[in-house]
């Protein structure tokens, strides 16, 4: 029983399927407590617990779910191709304002690390947070990062910023849908980008465009940081 819940079609159908489960709850609810990605984690963490299947058994098995992060991302380039029209003049505002996010990510990081005193390879493994999985997971490692650590963070920041983000955005009476998914983009990735695409087809065009910009930000001023504080 254990061998054939094991399997990778095994393991591929308990991950498809908890989500599943997941996005009919939460169409059901329609309360972002319940977004699909909590549910479908609680249901395939219990199955595993239940089955005693380990953590590096599952990775194998969802190897192929893992794999197709990186093309999801670049999908979300036809649904930016179909909003270009809306994009046209903004250009300048919309770099400048995913690299103030940039650096508002990474230096609250640093400020942190350098109040509590924090070790360097934590704060490695938090710097990368806003930046989407196949990104932020080279980067923690290329700068003495735990990649566990990081994984978890990118992952509850992701979903943090989309579970309480629009509100935030709601309360301040942002309403532009190219900075709210600037925002969404920016600093939740592809958790948010799925929540930015649920207010408007604008918001998650735009959200998916943060995503790239903000990988690339990231990218340059990590080692930046790390240059000014070495």
């Given at each position: 029983?254990?061998?054939?819940?094991?399997?990778?079609?095994?393991?591929?159908?308990?991950?498809?399927?908890?989500?599943?489960?997941?996005?009919?709850l939460?169409?059901?609810?329609?309360?972002?407590w319940?977004?699909?990605?909590?549910?479908?984690m609680?249901?395939?963490?219990?199955?595993?617990?239940?089955?005693?299947?380990?953590?590096?058994?599952?990775?194998?098995?969802?190897?192929?779910?893992?794999?197709?992060?990186?093309?999801?991302?670049?999908?979300?380039?036809?649904?930016?191709?179909?909003?270009?029209?809306?994009?046209?003049?903004?250009?300048i505002?919309?770099?400048?304002?995913?690299?103030?996010?940039?650096?508002?990510?990474?230096?609250?990081?640093?400020?942190?690390?350098?109040?509590?005193?924090?070790?360097?390879?934590l704060?490695?493994?938090?710097?990368?947070?806003?930046?989407?999985?196949?990104?932020?997971?080279?980067?923690?490692?290329?700068?003495?990062?735990?990649?566990?650590?990081?994984?978890?963070?990118?992952?509850?920041?992701?979903?943090?910023?989309?579970?309480?983000?629009?509100?935030?955005?709601?309360?301040?009476?942002?309403t532009?849908?190219?900075?709210?998914?600037?925002?969404?983009?920016?600093?939740?990735?592809?958790?948010?980008?799925?929540?930015?695409i649920?207010?408007?087809?604008?918001?998650?065009?735009?959200?998916?465009?943060?995503?790239?910009?903000?990988?690339?930000?990231?990218?340059?001023?990590?080692?930046?940081?790390?240059?000014?504080?070495?």
């Amino acid at each position: 029983m254990k061998e054939l819940a094991s399997s990778t079609p095994a393991i591929l159908l308990l991950v498809i399927g908890s989500y599943y489960i997941g996005t009919l709850l939460y169409r059901r609810l329609r309360s972002a407590w319940v977004h699909p990605i909590v549910v479908s984690m609680i249901l395939v963490i219990a199955t595993l617990l239940l089955l005693g299947i380990d953590y590096p058994t599952f990775k194998q098995g969802a190897a192929f779910l893992d794999f197709l992060l990186g093309p999801s991302v670049v999908a979300l380039g036809y649904l930016l191709y179909e909003q270009m029209g809306h994009l046209r003049g903004r250009e300048i505002i919309i770099l400048v304002a995913t690299l103030v996010g940039g650096l508002v990510g990474i230096g609250s990081v640093i400020a942190l690390g350098l109040l509590f005193n924090l070790d360097d390879a934590l704060i490695a493994s938090l710097q990368p947070k806003s930046a989407t999985m196949p990104i932020a997971l080279p980067l923690s490692q290329q700068w003495g990062g735990i990649e566990s650590v990081t994984a978890i963070v990118v992952f509850f920041t992701g979903l943090i910023g989309s579970i309480v983000g629009p509100w935030i955005l709601e309360k301040c009476g942002i309403t532009n849908p190219i900075a709210r998914g600037l925002a969404l983009g920016s600093a939740s990735h592809g958790i948010g980008t799925s929540r930015a695409i649920e207010l408007g087809a604008l918001e998650g065009a735009v959200s998916g465009l943060a995503i790239g910009l903000t990988g690339v930000t990231i990218s340059l001023l990590i080692p930046l940081f790390e240059w000014i504080t070495g």
